[in-house]
């Protein structure tokens, strides 16, 4: 079964940066769309960014350029830099793809387990 693998969460001060990536844990035939979402405790899951396979992106609301999604489709890895984090950026970053996991296979979402990022000094 294939799942999704995320890295990069972790501490760090407001103002301070994080690199977040995602790939799935097994060789794959397709990844198409891909995007990062966010959970804080007593939120609804919300966007954070998405990217089509071409490349589109789309950022939420709350972002206001900080963030920038990227993706290696060589590799099937995505990429979320974050800047100027705050406080209010503290949630779970969950990583959810578009992926046909063989020839045969439909397309099917996926999520991560999810990393934990935490904006504190």
């Known amino acids: 079964q294939v799942q999704l693998v995320e890295s990069g969460g972790g501490l760090v001060q407001p103002g301070g940066s994080l690199l977040l990536s995602c790939a799935p844990s097994?060789?794959?035939?397709?990844?198409?769309?891909m995007g990062w979402y966010r959970q804080a405790p007593g939120n609804q899951r919300e966007l954070v960014a998405s990217?089509?396979?071409?490349?589109?992106?789309k950022y939420g609301d709350s972002i206001e350029g900080r963030f920038t999604i990227s993706r290696n489709n060589a590799e099937n890895t995505m990429y979320l830099q974050m800047n100027a984090l705050k406080p209010e950026d503290t949630a779970v970053y969950y990583c959810?793809?578009?992926?046909?996991?063989?020839?045969?296979?439909?397309?099917?979402?996926?999520w991560g387990q999810g990393t934990q990022v935490t904006v504190s000094s």
């Open positions: 959810k793809a578009v992926i046909r996991p063989t020839f045969y296979s439909e397309l099917a979402y996926f």
């Open positions: 097994e060789r794959v035939s397709l990844v198409n769309d």
């Open positions: 990217i089509t396979r071409g490349g589109r992106t």
